[in-house]
């Protein structure tokens, strides 16, 4: 059907499609993939809307428009109610290990210091979405963090550099950072 292998955690859904009802796409998801959750996402902001979308099966409704920030809360909660949260990833060589804190390259072991390690988990969490070095720094440093956002550059060098993750890390001009997994 849609997806060719069943490789998605989460769908994200526009009711407002132009070919389709959302909400019949929704029931033909999961009919088909049952065990992925759907947030929608959509202009459709009546009550009505959002009582056929929560009782056809998604899991959240959000209206736009929205803060990207809302929705990738949003996203982590859905996740951790499936249980869809990793604890070990790899990309080629690099194994790093989110529940006891390790990360190794061609099976030894990289010292990370915390704030590299807090870096990349955050980086290995929203893998594939482009963050802010402003995000970044919100998140491993903490809003009481009131030094130069450049700081997030000089940490993500040192993870390329130690990790070999020079073509994953990517850098987003005059924005940030996403590693592509």
């Known amino acids: ?24 796409l929704m029931r033909r998801l999961s009919e088909d993939y049952g065990d992925i959750p759907v947030i929608c996402v959509t202009a ?3 009550v009505t809307d959002r009582v056929k979308g929560l ?7 959000i209206v736009k428009p929205f803060a990207m920030e809302e929705l990738l ?3 982590q ?9 990793q604890n070990i990833y790899v990309i080629r060589d690099v194994e790093v290990n ?18 590299e390690f807090e870096l990349l988990k955050i980086l290995l ?5 482009a963050l802010s070095r402003e995000r970044l720094l919100d998140l491993a440093w903490g809003m009481d963090y009131y030094g130069d956002d450049r700081t997030v550059d000089v940490h993500i060098r040192r993870l390329r550099q130690k990790l070999g993750l020079e073509k994953d890390i990517k850098t987003i001009f005059k924005y940030g950072y996403r590693l592509e997994i």
Do not use: C, W
């Not at 909660?77 to 949260?85: G, N």
């Not at 969490?125 to 979405?129: A, G, M, Q, T």
């Open 1 to 24: 059907m849609l997806l060719e292998q069943k490789r998605a955690d989460l769908i994200l859904l526009d009711i407002g499609l132009p070919d389709m009802d959302g909400f019949s």
């Open 125 to 129: 969490i929203n893998k594939n979405i």
């Open 55 to 61: 009782v056809g099966g998604a899991e959240d409704y």
């Open 77 to 85: 909660v859905v996740l951790r109610r499936f249980h869809k949260e």
């Open 98 to 115: 989110l529940a006891a804190g390790t990360a190794a390259r061609d099976g030894r072991a990289v010292e990370l210091t915390n704030r």
């Open 73 to 75: 809360a949003r996203v």
């Open 44 to 46: 459709r902001d009546e």
